[in-house]
């Protein structure tokens, strides 16, 4: 999952969707005979951009639905700042960022809302075991945010709103 594999579409009703339009090389396998040339999900083999390469990938180890939110969440983090999480100028050192035991970097954290702050770091942890396992969890999460939010908006719009002028009762 890379940001040149996501699309935002609208429909003749300018509703809008994402598309994931390549699934890339999940799983490639080619056979001469009965012998494999390519199993490019076997143990020990990376294969993934590696700016949006989860620490898992990286290593060649198993992957699942977790990885790919590991780029989910590098993609969140690109649309809240319009900046890479990752600004290695080479191959080993995007790897490398990715691979470390500690945090990345988030130098622009500040322009992510405070909400969605630990749902983006969730997404990004290090360890599988810390991370989101299931897209449908990381859905649940953020649409607390979202009724959160607009429960918040309700709120201040309401406060915003000029008090009812007092009526007088008149008798005709």
Known sequence: LK???????????????IKVLDFGMAKVLSKIGDAPIVDLTREGVAVGTPR????????????????????????????????????ADT??????????????????GD???RSVMPILQK????RVEDRYQ???????DLRKVARAQRKADHI?????MPAPADRKSTRL
Request: charged letters at 20%; glycine letters at 6%.
């Open 134 to 140: 299931d897209a449908a969890d990381v859905e649940r």
């Open 123 to 126: 997404l990004l942890a290090k």
């Open 91 to 108: 191959i080993e050192a995007a790897v490398a960022a990715h691979v470390s035991r500690g945090p990345l970097p988030l130098a622009e």
């Open 156 to 160: 201040k719009a309401m406060e915003a």
């Open 52 to 87: 949006y390469i989860a620490p898992e990938q990286a290593r060649g180890l198993q992957v699942g639905p977790y990885t790919d939110l590991y780029a989910a969440g590098l993609l969140m983090y690109e649309i809240f700042t319009g900046e890479r999480a990752v600004k």
């Open 111 to 113: 322009r992510i809302p």
């Open 3 to 17: 940001p040149a594999n996501v699309m935002v579409v609208s429909d003749h009703h300018n509703a809008v969707s």
